[in-house]
Each structure stands twice: as C-alpha cells, then as structure tokens.
C-alpha cells in the first residue's frame, strides 16, 4: 500500500473541506395549539412619494398616455400592485410632504402651479397628482389610504381644512369645493400623519418642541364621527428611541394612534458611500444582512418605551419608511434615488417581515420606500416597460400572512458570522391564514450555505411544506427589462423531517398532512 505523507494528507483534507462544509443546522417548535397576535395587513403597506419616478412615469402617465392606463394611471403597474394585494399607500411624502400645500394639487390640472421639488433633484412639480388622484389610484388598487400632512412649512389650519376637504359630508364651502372637483362622496382615510421626519428634513426640531406642535395642530383635525383617521405623531429613527419616549409620555393617548419610526439599511453604513446595488463582494452582503437585522433591537427598544407609557398597548409602533438604500447609479440623477434591486433585496425584505411579524403586537403598520423607481421598489418602469423586483416577488409570497393569526414558535439556529458579528442564518415566521391554512416562511440569510431545518409541531398534524421558494446563483442576481425572469418563484416542496433550505433563499410554504 501507498503511504501518504502526512502534510500531503492534510492539504488533501483541507481542500475538501467546502466541499465537505455542514449545513446551517436549525430546529423549530411551533405549537399551533396556541395564538399569537394578528399580523396586521397594513405591514405589507407601500410608500409612493413625489421622488424621482416613482409617481410620474412609474405610476401615472396622464390620461392622453399611449400607454395602456386608467384615470392616468397604467394599467400594467395597477394590475401588479394588485397581485400582492397592496394594503396601503402612504402619500405624498416622506419629505416632501413638509412642503406640499393641498390645494396646490385640487381643480383642474392644467391651470394647477408648477413648483420646485426642492428635495429631490430640483425638478419641476407639476401638480397633476393631487388629491382626488391620489384616491383614484387606492380605490383602483383596492387599498386604504395614508395621507403625510405638512406641519414643517403648513399651518394648523391648513391641515385641518385639508382633511375637512377630503372627509366633510356636510353642506360647508370645503365639502362644497370637493364636490364641485368631481367628488361627491367623502374620502376614506385610514391613517393621517402629522408631520415627517420632525427630527431632520421636517423641520430639524427636538421632541419635546415636536410634541407641543403635535398637540397643538392635532386639536384641529375634525371629522364626521367615525370617519377620523388614525393619527401618526412622528417618531424617530435608526437606534434613537427618545422620541418614542418623548412623545408617548408628552402627547395625551387620547390624542394619536401611533408612532412612526424610519430605519434604512445601509451596506456600508455610510450615508456619503453607501454601497452600490450590484457587483457587490460577499463582505458587503453580510454587512447588509447584519444591518439589516439591527431592526430586531431598534424595533424591541422603542417597544420597550411604548410598553412603559402606555402599558395598555392602544399605540401601534409604525415603520413607515424602510429598505434598502444604495449609491446612486452612474449616470443617472442622484437625487431621483432609482436603483436596482437584487436576490439580496429580497432577502433583505422577507427578514424584516418575519421581524414585524414578531412584535406584531406593536408594529401594526410598515411602509417600504418606495413602491415604484425609487429605492427598494417592487417595480421598475422605462417608458412603456415594466418589471418586477425580487422583492416584489416575497411580497407576492408573503401575502398570505395579511391579517393572518401569529401561531407561537422557538427557533435555534447556527449563526452567520463574519469578523466578529454574527445574525441568525436562518429566520422564520409561522401563521394560521384568513383561509384557515398554517404557513410557513424560511429566509437563509448565508449566501453561500445551505440550512438544515428540523420542524417539530404540536396541536396540528402536517407532513409536507408545499409552497414557493425564491432563490439565485449569484448574490446580485436581478431582473431587467431584457432579462425579466432571472429572479422569480418556483415551486417548493419538502418533507417535514428535514427541510432544505438553499443559501440565500427565502420560502413560504403551506403545511398540509
């Protein structure tokens, strides 16, 4: 017999070695005997702001269009959001919210005032979406309405008279002149937010100033009886949690709903180079997935502040503004914030999912930034092309958890780790669906490794996970409008005993006998 030399052996065994390499190992108990709380539909709620193209040439197109469209809107970016079964859309901003003044939007589109978007590019604003089309587009999608109100550049009484405009039934001049524009009935709005971004381009303020505005515009928003809104104060962002503090002790219960909070997840974590969308290494995906995650404590920190004003628990926590946020593309205008959108956007948006549905007790409402052209969108237009996102495909997988009931779970799982920091490797959300179904939904946050899921059930008898995986060879895998399928679901089927999960992967499945 041949003798192998022993550093020959050990080079001959370290090369195997990836081959070789051992899955991610998980378990999970999940006893569907019990209940958790609802995982509120407006989670999968989507943000269109006056940025970019994302409303003009993404969404709306003008009545006179070639391009296929209802009331202005086109009809192939209508037909898609309907597919995931949009819930909300807020509008008209984000920042630019702080400067938009209604009834620059209100009458008849061609003798509307064309402004200045100063925050985003410098462009002309034309004004042709405004209110009465803003609700065109909901009630074609099928969704609630969130309107941003001014109170950085706004009065109190403008605000006011703005949501009488939209809600009044009586027989008042404001009602009168929604009428006269083409509407008789009163508006449905779902949420109202007073303010944005209080803290920065809002208006730069510290909470307890915030809180006496907040106050003191918020008294003077009337409705009908049963027609108010829930009202959003503006909460903070990233790691601070002194403004949930400040204003969920300072502002009366009585007077708002909830409190908004933004949190974009950043490769670098660098706002002046941020990381480019594609063509990024494996160090930067991890930095993404562990950034990303940091959403798990922000989320459970500011909850903890809720928890100690308002133990009750009548304020909801909204995220109404995430994502991923990337440098601008070469060649394009930097303020107009398009980018593409990757396998690793997709994972990026089923893991914070599966954390929202974890603390759905709290986070009651979410808003992507933003839903057309702009940062993590679901779909990207160019003239009369359309195409879908890998992140519009895990909303489209995702939706049967909209109002679906949580069902308790433990999860262990290896970590993904790099330099020192880790994140789990895989994450997991399960729910019983209005359908009556029990749902199962896996994210692999390792690009490279697979996972091992070992699932234990109690209070149900399934044998098999039927449902859809999403998942690519490369890390910045992605859909253009010449390659539109690159990136899409396919089929998924596994027994209970061990389930595989490819690297960067992300399923939904039902559990069935």
Same mark, same amino acid.
């Given at each position: 017999?041949?003798?192998?030399?022993?550093?020959?052996?050990?080079?001959?065994?370290?090369?195997?070695?990836?081959?070789?390499?051992?899955?991610?190992?998980?378990?999970?108990?999940?006893?569907?005997?019990?209940?958790?709380?609802?995982?509120?539909?407006?989670?999968?709620?989507?943000?269109?702001?006056?940025?970019?193209?994302?409303?003009?040439?993404?969404?709306?197109?003008?009545?006179?269009?070639? $391009?296929?469209?209802? *009331?202005?809107?086109?009809?192939?970016?209508?037909?898609?959001?309907?597919? $995931?079964?949009?819930?909300?859309v807020r509008w008209p901003g984000g920042c630019f919210a702080d400067e938009y003044h209604w009834r620059e939007g209100i009458g008849a589109q061609n003798e509307r005032p064309t402004k200045v978007n100063t925050h985003w590019g410098g462009v002309e604003e034309t004004n042709a979406v405004g209110t009465?089309?803003?609700?065109?587009?909901?009630?074609?999608?099928?969704?609630?309405?969130?309107?941003?109100?001014?109170?950085?550049?706004?009065?109190?009484?403008?605000?006011?008279?703005?949501?009488?405009?939209?809600?009044?039934?009586?027989?008042?001049?404001?009602?009168?002149?929604?009428?006269?524009?083409? %509407?008789?009935?009163?508006?449905?709005?779902?949420?109202?937010?007073?303010?944005?971004?209080?803290?920065?381009?809002?208006?730069?303020?510290?909470?307890?100033?915030?809180?006496?505005?907040?106050?003191?515009y918020a008294t003077f928003l009337k409705t009908p009886p049963g027609k108010m809104p829930k009202l959003v104060a503006s909460g903070g962002d990233t790691s601070d949690t002194k403004w949930t503090d400040v204003l969920s002790s300072h502002i009366p219960l009585r007077m708002m709903d909830g409190i908004?909070?933004?949190?974009?997840?950043?490769?670098?974590?660098?706002?002046?180079?941020?990381?480019?969308?594609?063509?990024?290494?494996?160090?930067?995906?991890?930095?993404?997935?562990?950034?990303?995650?940091?959403?798990?404590?922000?989320?459970?920190?500011?909850?903890?502040?809720?928890?100690?004003?308002?133990?009750?628990?009548?304020?909801?926590?909204?995220?109404?503004?995430?994502?991923?946020?990337?440098?601008?593309?070469?060649? %394009?205008?930097?303020?107009?914030?398009?980018?593409?959108?990757?396998? %690793?956007?997709?994972?990026?948006?089923?893991?914070?999912?599966?954390?929202?549905?974890?603390?759905?007790?709290?986070?009651?409402?979410?808003?992507?930034?933003?839903?057309?052209?702009?940062?993590?969108?679901? $779909?990207?237009?160019?003239?009369?092309?359309?195409?879908?996102?890998?992140?519009?495909?895990v909303y489209d997988m995702y939706k049967v958890f909209q109002d679906a009931t949580s069902i308790p779970f433990t999860i262990k799982a290896d970590k993904y780790a790099e330099e020192g920091k880790s994140v789990p490797a895989v994450t997991a959300s399960v729910a019983k669906g209005t359908d009556g179904?029990?749902?199962?939904?896996?994210?692999?946050?390792?690009?490279?490794?697979?996972?091992?899921?070992?699932?234990?059930?109690?209070?149900?008898?399934?044998?098999?996970?039927?449902?859809?995986?999403?998942?690519?060879?490369?890390?910045?895998?992605?859909?253009?409008?010449? *390659?539109?399928?690159?990136?899409?679901?396919?089929?998924?089927?596994?027994?209970?005993?061990?389930?595989?999960?490819?690297?960067?992967?992300?399923?939904?499945?039902?559990?069935?006998?």
């Amino acid at each position: 017999m041949t003798q192998i030399k022993p550093k020959l052996l050990a080079l001959a065994v370290a090369a195997l070695l990836p081959v070789m390499a051992q899955a991610h190992q998980v378990s999970i108990q999940v006893d569907a005997s019990q209940q958790g709380p609802v995982i509120n539909r407006d989670i999968y709620g989507q943000f269109a702001e006056h940025l970019g193209h994302g409303i003009y040439g993404g969404l709306w197109v003008g009545k006179d269009s070639t $391009i296929p469209n209802t *009331k202005g809107f086109r009809n192939d970016v209508l037909q898609a959001l309907k597919a $995931i079964k949009v819930p909300l859309v807020r509008w008209p901003g984000g920042c630019f919210a702080d400067e938009y003044h209604w009834r620059e939007g209100i009458g008849a589109q061609n003798e509307r005032p064309t402004k200045v978007n100063t925050h985003w590019g410098g462009v002309e604003e034309t004004n042709a979406v405004g209110t009465h089309e803003f609700f065109d587009l909901v009630e074609l999608l099928g969704a609630e309405a969130y309107i941003n109100g001014n109170l950085g550049t706004g009065t109190p009484q403008e605000m006011a008279e703005w949501l009488e405009y939209m809600t009044s039934d009586k027989n008042s001049s404001l009602a009168n002149e929604r009428r006269a524009n083409g %509407r008789e009935a009163p508006f449905e709005i779902a949420y109202f937010g007073v303010g944005n971004e209080a803290w920065g381009c809002g208006g730069n303020m510290r909470p307890e100033y915030y809180s006496d505005l907040y106050r003191h515009y918020a008294t003077f928003l009337k409705t009908p009886p049963g027609k108010m809104p829930k009202l959003v104060a503006s909460g903070g962002d990233t790691s601070d949690t002194k403004w949930t503090d400040v204003l969920s002790s300072h502002i009366p219960l009585r007077m708002m709903d909830g409190i908004s909070y933004h949190f974009y997840t950043l490769p670098k974590d660098d706002w002046q180079d941020k990381g480019d969308a594609l063509n990024f290494s494996e160090h930067e995906w991890f930095t993404t997935m562990e950034r990303t995650y940091r959403m798990e404590k922000y989320v459970t920190d500011n909850i903890a502040k809720l928890d100690k004003n308002d133990p009750d628990g009548k304020l909801g926590f909204y995220v109404d503004e995430w994502g991923t946020w990337f440098n601008p593309e070469p060649g %394009r205008e930097p303020g107009f914030l398009y980018q593409q959108n990757s396998m %690793r956007d997709a994972v990026v948006a089923a893991v914070n999912f599966n954390i929202f549905h974890e603390h759905a007790d709290r986070v009651r409402m979410t808003s992507i930034a933003q839903m057309v052209n702009v940062l993590q969108a679901m $779909i990207l237009t160019d003239d009369d092309k359309m195409v879908l996102t890998p992140t519009y495909h895990v909303y489209d997988m995702y939706k049967v958890f909209q109002d679906a009931t949580s069902i308790p779970f433990t999860i262990k799982a290896d970590k993904y780790a790099e330099e020192g920091k880790s994140v789990p490797a895989v994450t997991a959300s399960v729910a019983k669906g209005t359908d009556g179904k029990l749902y199962l939904a896996l994210v692999n946050l390792d690009p490279s490794e697979s996972a091992s899921v070992k699932l234990a059930l109690k209070g149900v008898k399934a044998s098999k996970a039927v449902g859809q995986i999403l998942t690519a060879d490369k890390m910045d895998a992605h859909n253009s409008f010449d *390659k539109p399928s690159q990136v899409k679901p396919a089929r998924y089927s596994s027994s209970l005993d061990e389930l595989s999960l490819p690297a960067k992967s992300v399923v939904v499945a039902e559990l069935i006998p």
